[in-house]
């Protein structure tokens, strides 16, 4: 469980980040689910995004995501959601 001072550290790193992943209308896939436990593994945080065609609403199918694939939902705004998984094999992210 993140505190509010490490999800504040995590969501100013976010800020500069464009969206590598896509929820799209078949919502949380088990190919979205694998997609995003690779990228969570080689960058440690990542940004997502429900794409407008999807019918889930954008914080339950973060939450559903970050669930499923053993994350840390750090942050919804809008359409894009920010998670934070830390890596096994090569941590870089150093939280305060």
Same mark, same amino acid.
């Given at each position: 469980? %993140?505190?509010?001072? #490490? ?13 590598? %992943? #896509? ?10 689910? $694998?997609?995003?436990?690779? =990228? %969570? ?11 407008? /065609?999807? %019918?889930?609403?954008?914080? =339950? ?13 750090? #942050? ?10 830390? $890596?096994?094999? /090569? ?6």
């Amino acid at each position: 469980m %993140l505190t509010g001072k #490490q999800k504040r550290f995590l969501r100013a790193m976010g800020n500069e980040m464009d969206p590598i %992943l #896509q929820v799209g209308k078949e919502g949380v896939t088990e190919a979205v689910v $694998s997609s995003t436990n690779e =990228a %969570l593994e080689a960058r440690e945080l990542i940004k997502g995004r429900v794409l407008p /065609n999807s %019918l889930e609403e954008p914080k =339950a199918a973060a939450e559903d995501l970050a669930g499923r694939a053993g994350a840390e939902l750090v #942050q919804v705004i809008g359409r894009n959601f920010l998670l934070y998984k830390e $890596s096994k094999n /090569n941590p870089t992210i150093i939280l305060p």
